[in-house]
């Protein structure tokens, strides 16, 4: 399916042979495994739309390691697939064919945490979600919070750039990645894991392993700046009749809570009807054509409760807002994330997903879903739309029974057209992977891809590190 859909190639690596075996189970043993059982889930993506036929998953735990196992790729000319927690969404996180796959959860150590500076140091396989109970237990978390947190690894996250829930209030990893540990393809070990606030000493190497997915480098390990626990979280889950309510209630709420806006979520009203169908989860207001979820995180609740509720009543007057539902304890506030955070899974179970990761001027960003619908008519299943309005950034996706040929001709390049024709990214938080990568030139100038393409050639000669990725291949 992987090359016949895709229309790919392997390229002239050298095959695995039993003497490769042989030296990596000395190297690393009883962690380079050849048992299709333990192969099989590093296969197949999250998806499961993209599937590579590895037979050799290898689970180093330290940097050295790690090292001496591209030292050996490298002369050997062996391809390798980086992994951490593989919920990526593009297909970047499996191999394409018989790649080695190079996977990070035995990395898994906290190396310090400095609770004056929130300055965290940990290995590349630490968990998201583990990594926020430890910060938790000091008073402090982790800057960013996805879906995934439970599966995915801060290497991973770092080498996608995720953005995530809170990158409104946070900001993007960009800013709060201090330093990195990365191992190059020949073996080098690249120690950029400073800690410092502020370091402009020469180019900020670090930023360009900042979402290179696996192709530049296996980051090793992280030092990021996290910030204060918030003392008062508050959530409120409201309904919007049209999109431009959507948009006005954020202008409103930008202005009336101000400092303490932490999240603004969208969701449309097909993705609550696939929430409850699918997942069993229950809407809590009343039935309406958009959702949104605004959270606040400040640390007085008093004072945070105030400006929420004078912002409800202002939006509810208004006639903005038709109804809501306001959290403030963890049990509430975790049910009506949930309705927001489990659309991916939802839509999983509704067929095959044609997935979209789109920024687009804010108040452009529905127009696409609803010009989709309309094109595609009765070919899809469910036409959908939602994200992380605060940011400029919509997921529209589509569903159908099964994959087929002419639903993908209708949606691209179309889609891909229509967010050039707004300057907007064909990409704004998941990475290009293997199945985004022949688009890249629809956000991006030629000049820019040739010179990325420089960069590859320049850490990774023999183009061993997630070979089929994020460029485009030159044939
Ligand atoms: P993987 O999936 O294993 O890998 C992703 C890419 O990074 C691959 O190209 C891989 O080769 C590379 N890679 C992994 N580890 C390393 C390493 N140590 N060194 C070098 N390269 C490496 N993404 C968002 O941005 N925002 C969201 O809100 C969001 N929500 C999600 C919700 C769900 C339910 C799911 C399933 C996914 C979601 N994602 C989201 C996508 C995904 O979780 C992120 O891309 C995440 O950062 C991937 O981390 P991972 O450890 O699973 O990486
Ligand atoms: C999200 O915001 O829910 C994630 O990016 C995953 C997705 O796009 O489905
Ligand atoms: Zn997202």
Redo the contacts with the bound molecule.
Sequence with gaps: LTSERYRVRRLPFSRLSPQDVAFFQRLLPGRALTEPAALEPCNV???RSVRGCSTLLLKPQTTAEVSQVLRYCSERNLAV??????????G??VPVFDEIILS?VL?NRIISFDTVSGILVCQ??CILERLNEYLEQQGFIMPLD???KG???????????????RLLRYGSLRGTVLGLE?VLADGTVLDCLASLRKDNTGYDLKQL?IG????L????AVSILCPQKPKAVNLAFLGCQNFSQVLETFTTCRAMLGEILSAYEFMDEKCMELVEKHLKLSCPVRDSHFYVLIETSGSNSTHDEEKLNSFLEQAMTSGLVTDGTVATDDKKIKMLWSLR??I??ALTHDGCVYKY?ISLPVGKLYDLVTDMRARLGQSAKNVVGYG?LGDGNLHLNITAESYSHSLLDAIEPFVYEWTARYNGSISA???L?FKKKQFIQYSKPSEAIFLMQRFKAMLDPKGIL?PY??LPSSS
Excluded: Y
């Design positions: 993506d999250w998806l697939n980086p992994q951490g927690g593989n919920t990526g969404l593009v970047g996180s990070t990395m590349a396989g996805l879906g995934a599966s995915c690894h801060i290497g991973g996250n770092v080498a996608t750039n995720a953005g995530g829930l990365v392993f290179s997915e696996g192709t480098g296996v980051i090793t955070e489990r991916t899974e990761d992380h938080e998941h990475g992977g997630n990725k994020t």
